[in-house]
C-alpha cells in the first residue's frame, strides 16, 4: 500500500499514513469494506430515506437498548439534532424557527468541566449553554469540580436538557446526573461519540437513563466520515426526524412511516427543519447499518492482539536509538488502542520531538503520528489505521531522523 498510488496520488494530493489513530481532519478511519460494499450497492437504487431510517432505527434499538435510533451526518450532528429536539419538542412552529429561540425555553445545564469544542453543535440549534461547577477537582483537595445541587439549582424553567460529556474520568456520575435531572423533568443527552469500544458502552449511558446519546458513526465502528448515531427516546428521535428529513412534500399524498412519527399527530407539514443542513444519504445510512452489524460481530481480542503485534514491531525497532525511549500504554481505559509513547532527549538526540513530528507531517506520503503530548517532548503510535506494511515503513521514517 506505501508504493501503491492512491485516489489521491492521482488527484496530486499528498495521502497520509495514520499512525494517529481516528482523527476527523486526517480521514477519521477506514470504512469497513462491507460498509464499502453496501454503500456501492445503495448508489444502484432509489429508496424513501424515512423508511430507510426506520430499519436503522431498529438495529440501533436492538445494539443500544434505546426506545429508538437515528442517523446523522455524525456524532456533532447528532448533537444539533438532540438540542433541537430537546428545545423544540412537538412544537412545528419552534421547529421551523430554530436556532432562533425568542420565548421559548433552549438553556442546556452542563458541569464545565464538560464543556469543549464540540458543544457549539449544542449552541447551533439555538441552545445556550449553562455551565456549573469549576475545576476545584484539579487542586488536589478531594473537592470535587461539580456538585449535584449546583446541576439541580441550575435547572429553571428555561432548561430543555441536562448536556454530559461521557469520558471514563467524567463527573459526577452519569447514574447521579440522570436522576437530579430526572427529578426535575428534563432531559439529558449524553455525548458520547468516541467511547466505543468497548462495544458494551453502545448501552451502558442508556443504561444509565440518559434520554439521548449520540456516538460518532466514522471513528472506531468504521462506518462513512458522515455519520453518527442518535439513540435514545421515542419522543426525542421522533422530533429529531421531523427537523432533519426533507419536507417538500405534497401533503395529500404524504404517508410518513408511523415508528418515525404519525401524520395524524401533527397540525400539518413541518417546514425543512435545522437539521436539513445536516443530511445523510442513502448510502451513508445503508453504510452505517452495515458497519454497525460488523462492528458488533467483531472479534475484538484478535483485533486487540493484531494492535499490539504493530506495536512490539515499532517498540523493537526505536529502542536502540540514543535518547529514544518507549514505553507501551494500554488501551481500554482513556484510549481505545494501546499506543506506543515514545519519548526522545533533546540533549542526546539528534533532534528534538517537535522537529521530528513536524518533518514527518511534511514528507510524502505524510506521516501523523500522535501529537499530544508534544509540550512534554513525546509523541505517540497508534496502530488502529495502521497496516503491517505502514507500521515497518513509520519505523524506518523515524528511524532515518534519529539515526
Ligand atoms: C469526535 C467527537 C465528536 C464529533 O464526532 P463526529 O462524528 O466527527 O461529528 C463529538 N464529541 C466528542 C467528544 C468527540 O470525540
Redesign the pocket.
Known amino acids: 500500500m506505501v508504493n501503491k498510488a492512491t485516489i489521491y496520488d492521482e488527484l496530486g494530493v499528498s495521502r497520509v499514513i495514520n499512525a494517529a489513530g481516528t482523527k ?1 481532519r486526517i480521514g477519521g478511519s477506514l470504512i469497513r469494506p462491507e460498509a464499502v460494499e453496501a454503500m456501492s450497492r445503495a448508489a444502484e437504487s432509489f429508496v424513501r430515506l424515512s423508511d430507510l431510517q426506520v430499519r436503522a432505527s431498529e438495529l440501533i434499538s436492538e445494539v443500544t437498548g434505546a426506545e429508538a435510533g437515528y442517523v446523522g451526518s ?4 447528532c448533537m444539533t439534532l438532540a438540542a433541537a429536539a430537546a428545545i423544540a419538542g412537538n412544537d412545528l412552529g419552534a421547529m421551523s424557527r430554530l436556532p432562533n429561540t425568542e420565548g421559548i425555553p433552549d438553556e442546556i445545564v452542563m458541569p464545565r468541566t464538560h464543556r ?1 469544542g ?1 458543544d457549539h453543535a449544542f449552541r447551533a440549534a439555538g441552545a445556550r449553554i449553562v455551565d456549573v461547577g469549576n475545576n476545584d477537582n484539579y487542586l488536589g483537595t478531594g473537592a470535587n469540580s461539580t456538585e449535584l445541587w449546583e446541576i439541580a439549582n441550575a435547572i429553571t424553567e428555561d432548561t430543555v436538557a441536562v448536556g454530559y ?1 461521557q469520558k471514563v474520568y467524567s463527573t459526577p456520575l452519569l447514574e447521579e446526573v440522570v436522576e437530579i435531572a430526572h427529578e426535575h423533568d428534563v432531559p439529558v443527552i449524553v ?1 458520547a ?2 467511547e466505543v469500544p468497548p462495544r458494551e458502552n453502545l448501552s451502558t449511558f442508556i443504561d444509565a437513563g440518559a434520554d439521548m446519546v449520540v456516538f ?4 472506531a465502528i468504521r462506518g462513512p466520515q458522515t455519520t ?1 448515531i442518535l439513540a435514545g427516546k421515542h419522543e426525542y428521535i421522533r422530533s429529531a426526524a421531523l427537523q432533519h428529513l426533507d419536507m417538500h412534500v405534497a401533503e395529500s399524498v404524504w404517508e410518513p412511516p408511523t415508528e418515525l412519527f404519525d401524520k395524524a399527530d401533527l397540525d400539518g407539514v413541518p417546514r425543512q427543519g435545522i437539521g436539513r443542513s445536516l443530511k445523510v444519504g442513502k448510502e451513508e445510512i445503508v453504510g452505517l447499518i452495515a458497519a454497525l452489524q460488523s462492528f458488533i460481530e467483531e472479534d475484538q481480542d484478535t483485533l486487540n492482539k493484531e494492535w499490539e503485534s504493530r506495536l512490539d514491531i515499532i517498540d523493537n525497532e526505536l529502542a536502540n536509538l540514543v535518547g529514544v525511549t518507549t514505553r507501551r500504554e494500554p488501551g481500554g481505559k482513556l484510549m481505545v488502542a494501546p499506543e506506543t509513547y515514545v519519548e526522545i532527549d533533546p540533549e542526546t538526540a539528534t533532534l528534538d520531538t517537535i522537529e521530528l513530528v513536524g518533518s514527518l507531517r511534511k514528507e510524502n506520503p505524510r506521516i501523523f503520528v500522535g501529537s499530544d503530548d508534544l509540550l512534554e517532548g513525546g509523541f505517540t503510535i497508534n496502530p488502529m489505521c495502521l497496516t503491517d506494511e505502514e507500521t515497518e515503513y513509520v519505523t524506518k521514517r523515524i528511524r532515518s531522523y534519529l539515526e
Open positions: 476527523t455524525g456524532a456533532a450532528a469543549n464540540y460529556m455525548d461519540a468516541a460518532s458513526g466514522g471513528k453518527g
